[in-house]
């Protein structure tokens, strides 16, 4: 059984970082690609940013461009989400998803995907 596990989320203040990070067990992540979703309040989940499986290929949302990077350890069976200068528009539930599309300008679902049930952001202003 495929287990997606995310930690990290927290209330943090405007400006502010957090690392969230998501470890799988059940799956070799190895040959997976990774992503963060996230989703505020009343709007819809967006895809953040994602890692392929070779880890040569990375996307990110506009918004989040030059403030998050997203990384993994295979070995771990780990991704993570360094999020630096936190805005309260990165206000979320972020989640964690082993096997979603991925490339370098795109992320897309799979409906094959692993989700996580996911770690709360809070931003403060």
């Known amino acids: 059984q495929v287990q997606v596990v995310e930690s990290g989320g927290g209330l943090v203040q405007e400006g502010g970082s957090l690392r969230l990070s998501c470890t799988v067990s059940?799956?070799?992540?190895?040959?997976?690609?990774m992503a963060w979703f996230r989703q505020a309040p009343g709007l819809e989940r967006e895809g953040v940013s994602c890692?392929?499986?070779?880890?040569?290929?990375?996307y990110y949302t506009d918004s989040v461009k030059g403030r998050f990077t997203i990384s993994r350890d295979n070995e771990k069976r780990t991704l993570y989400l360094q999020m630096n200068s936190l805005k309260p528009e990165d206000t979320a539930m972020y989640y964690c998803?082993?096997?979603?599309?991925?490339?370098?300008?795109?992320?897309?679902?799979?409906?094959?995907?692993?989700w996580g049930q996911g770690t709360q952001v809070t931003v403060s202003s």
């Open positions: 890692i392929h499986w070779r880890g040569s290929e990375t």
């Open positions: 059940g799956l070799n992540i190895g040959g997976v690609n």
């Open positions: 998803v082993a096997g979603s599309y991925c490339t370098g300008s795109w992320l897309g679902r799979a409906e094959s995907a692993y």
